[in-house]
């Protein structure tokens, strides 16, 4: 589990491991549905079940999450989110980092992979990812495939 001060604004945040799938979904809906208008088919895509999440709590309030399908030697991280208000305290960065030492406690898991919507691409190589393959559309939204050696 991340447990510290937010970089920027102060707080207590933690995060770590859930079971907590409700919350993290009402995360999701906010972000995604909400804000992105993803529709709730392609955000709800049914592999929930299958994967590890974790959730990002300031001064207790849930304000992110993220989850991780592991897929042998690499694990997909996905579903990641931070709410507008919590955005540009560095919330994002550790939860990010928060998943990859999670990935790093994983039995043969030497890499991981995501799929970065475009606009966030710079975010992801400030934080040691690689762009890989073609620009694709996931639910209407450009994305790019990106990795990261653990």
């Given at each position: 589990?991340?447990?510290?001060?937010?970089?920027?604004g102060?707080?207590?945040?933690?995060?770590?491991?859930t079971?907590?799938l409700?919350?993290?979904?009402?995360?999701?809906?906010?972000?995604?549905?909400?804000?992105q208008?993803?529709?709730?088919?392609d955000?709800?895509?049914?592999?929930d079940?299958?994967a590890?999440?974790?959730?990002?709590?300031l001064d207790?309030?849930?304000?992110?999450?993220?989850?991780?399908?592991?897929?042998g030697?690499?694990?997909?991280?996905?579903?990641?989110?931070?709410?507008?208000?919590?955005?540009?305290?560095?919330?994002?960065?550790?939860?990010?980092?928060?998943?990859?030492?999670h990935?790093?406690?994983?039995?043969?898991?030497?890499?991981?992979v995501?799929?970065a919507?475009?606009?966030?691409?710079?975010?992801?190589e400030r934080?040691?990812?690689?762009a890989?393959?073609?620009?694709?559309?996931?639910?209407g939204?450009?994305?790019?495939?990106?990795?990261?050696?653990?």
């Amino acid at each position: 589990m991340t447990d510290g001060a937010a970089a920027q604004g102060g707080g207590r945040l933690e995060i770590g491991p859930t079971g907590d799938l409700e919350t993290c979904l009402a995360l999701r809906r906010r972000v995604f549905i909400e804000e992105q208008g993803v529709s709730e088919a392609d955000e709800q895509d049914g592999r929930d079940g299958a994967a590890q999440h974790l959730l990002a709590r300031l001064d207790g309030r849930p304000v992110g999450c993220a989850r991780i399908l592991l897929r042998g030697e690499s694990a997909k991280i996905g579903r990641v989110c931070v709410l507008p208000g919590a955005r540009g305290a560095g919330l994002g960065a550790a939860l990010i980092g928060a998943c990859l030492d999670h990935l790093r406690g994983q039995a043969g898991v030497t890499r991981a992979v995501l799929g970065a919507q475009t606009h966030a691409l710079g975010f992801y190589e400030r934080l040691g990812f690689v762009a890989f393959g073609e620009p694709y559309m996931d639910a209407g939204i450009p994305h790019r495939d990106m990795e990261r050696h653990l």
